[in-house]
C-alpha cells in the first residue's frame, strides 16, 4: 500500500500561482510515476501532469508552459507549481500513484484549487 498527502491549494486571483504537494509514504517501491489530475464540476476527472521515476514528465495541452511537475525522490514528495492560472483551472485536485501506463492504483484525498475572475 502507498498513502498520498497532499497538501497546498486554496483562492487565488486569476494570473496567480499556487503550489501543491504531494508526499508518499508506504510501500513506494510498488510506483513508478505519480500524477496530478483534477476534476471540476460536472466534469470528468483528467490528467493534468505526470512525472515517471526517470524524470519523464506530460502535460496536458491547456497547462503546457504554465504548470510544472517536479519530485524530490529523498522526500518521496511531488510537486505541482502553477503560474498564470485561469477560472478554468478551477477544480479538485487529486495526487495519483501508479505502474507503467496503468490507471493509477493510489489516489490522496485531493485539494480544493480556486481561480477567481
Known amino acids: 500500500q502507498v498513502q498520498l498527502a497532499e497538501s497546498g491549494g486554496g483562492l487565488v486571483q486569476t494570473g496567480g500561482s499556487l503550489g501543491l504537494s504531494c508526499a508518499a509514504s508506504?510501500?513506494?517501491?510498488?510506483?513508478?510515476?505519480m500524477d496530478w489530475y483534477r476534476q471540476a464540476p460536472g466534469k470528468q476527472r483528467e490528467l493534468v501532469a505526470r512525472i515517471t521515476n526517470s524524470g519523464t514528465t506530460y502535460y496536458t495541452n491547456s497547462v503546457k508552459g504554465r504548470f510544472t511537475i517536479s519530485r524530490d525522490n529523498a522526500k518521496s514528495t511531488v510537486y505541482l507549481q502553477m503560474n498564470a492560472l485561469k477560472p478554468e483551472d478551477t477544480a479538485v485536485y487529486y495526487c495519483?500513484?501508479?505502474?507503467?501506463?496503468?490507471?493509477?492504483?493510489?489516489w490522496g484525498q485531493g485539494t480544493q484549487v480556486t481561480v477567481s475572475s
Open positions: 508506504g510501500n513506494i517501491g510498488s510506483i513508478d510515476r
Open positions: 495519483s500513484a501508479g505502474l507503467a501506463s496503468r490507471p493509477p492504483i493510489y
